[in-house]
C-alpha cells in the first residue's frame, strides 16, 4: 500500500485570515494582547480574584480572557487593562494591499 502524503498549505501568519474571518486581523491583534495579558498574570503568579484586585477590572473578564473568550473585549479594551496590569503597549503598524482572491488562490 502506497502512503499518500498530505498536502501542505502554508498558511499567512494569521490563523483568522486562514479561516476566512471578516475580522481577522483584529481577532488576531486581540488574541495577542489576551497572551500578554496571560503571560503577566502566569508571571506574576495572579490569580484572576488578586488581578480583579489589582485592576478593578471583573475577576470573570480574567477568567474568559484565559480561556481565549474574546467576544466581549475590544483592542483598546484589552490594551487598557494590560496598563493596568503595569505594562505599556507599544503597537507597530504596517499597511499592505490584500491579496484579490485569484492572487490568493496562486499563492
Partial sequence: M???RPDVVHGSGNVFRDLGLENADVEQFKAILAAEIVKTLDREHLTVRAAQDRTGIA???????????????TVDRLMSILNRLGSRVDVKVRVRPMPTVAHAARA
Fill in 2 to 4: 502506497k502512503k499518500e
Fill in 59 to 73: 475577576a470573570a473578564d480574567f477568567s474568559r480572557i484565559r480561556h481565549a473568550d474574546l467576544g466581549r473585549f
